[in-house]
T-cell receptor, first 124, second 117 residues
Framework: GAGVSQSPSNKVTEKGKDVELRCDPISGHTALYWYRQRLGQGLEFLIYFQGNSAPDKSGLPSDRFSAERTGESVSTLTIQRTQQEDSAVYLC??????????????????????FGPGTRLTVL | AQKITQTQPGMFVQEKEAVTLDCTYDTSDQSYGLFWYKQPSSGEMIFLIYQGSYDEQNATEGRYSLNFQKARKSANLVISASQLGDSAMYFCAMREGPLYNFNKFYFGSGTKLNVKP
């Protein structure tokens, strides 16, 4: 498909277990963002990757959270020793070149976020 | 301090009427962008409209317009001629810095809009 995909769509885990959430961005998109959305609340920025630059990790809530991305491909968000307060929907979004030229020209290439469907994490 | 504040947790509007959803923001940057997203009950995030800090005119996209008051640091979304399909959560967001670079986005807590028939 042409959109952002995330897996799994739902994850139920026990407190204390580690979980890995996966995001497949749109091919060629330079930037990838992770957000957490607790029930009935707004999106909370976690981390973003931009090409091969060092990621902006300023939103990660604790050292139990980490994320990786190789180049401009798949990203994995890992939560270690999960807690009940980690229960939320984790959304991924990517931003990148639009149009057939593949260039980064244009507002959309730096600002239009394409969101995945999210992973609903429930920690029991 | 909150970067984005949405003070209306829930709003009701009669079908075919206009509605304004409030958003205020906090930044010391001169260059920034303001965004509105719609999130229906299905959970997908839909980009609606954008306003740049240097844009002199208010942004419009179909039935959506953004009432940008820079001195007040407000970026209210106006939906004209509401439709039942407009019932959803609406989020205001901001990114700081030059708009032709990547940067993080800050989101508000959202406003749940219900359109009554």
């Amino acid at each position: 498909g042409a959109g952002v995909s995330q897996s799994p769509s739902n994850k139920v885990t026990e407190k204390g277990k580690d979980v890995e959430l996966r995001c497949d961005p749109i091919s060629g998109h330079t930037a990838l963002y992770w957000y957490r959305q607790r029930l009935g609340q707004g999106l909370e920025f976690l981390i973003y990757f931009q090409g091969n630059s060092a990621p902006d990790k300023s939103g990660l809530p604790s050292d139990r959270f980490s994320a990786e991305r190789t180049g401009e491909s798949v990203s994995t968000l890992t939560i270690q020793r999960t807690q009940q307060e980690d229960s939320a929907v984790y959304l991924c979004a990517s931003i990148g070149p639009t149009g057939t030229g593949g260039s980064l020209a244009g507002f959309s290439s730096y600002n239009e976020q394409f969101f995945g469907p999210g992973t609903r994490l429930t920690v029991l | 301090a909150q970067k984005i504040t949405q003070t209306q947790p829930g709003m009701f509007v009669q079908e075919k009427e206009a509605v304004t959803l409030d958003c205020t923001y906090d930044t010391s940057d001169q260059s920034y962008g303001l965004f509105w997203y719609k999130q229906p009950s299905s959970g997908e995030m839909i980009f609606l409209i954008y306003q740049g800090s240097y844009d002199e005119q208010n942004a419009t996209e179909g039935r959506y317009s953004l009432n940008f008051q820079k001195a007040r640091k407000s970026a209210n979304l106006v939906i004209s001629a509401s439709q039942l399909g407009d019932s959803a959560m609406y989020f205001c967001a901001m990114r700081e810095g030059p708009l032709y670079n990547f940067n993080k986005f800050y989101f508000g807590s959202g406003t749940k809009l219900n359109v009554k028939p």
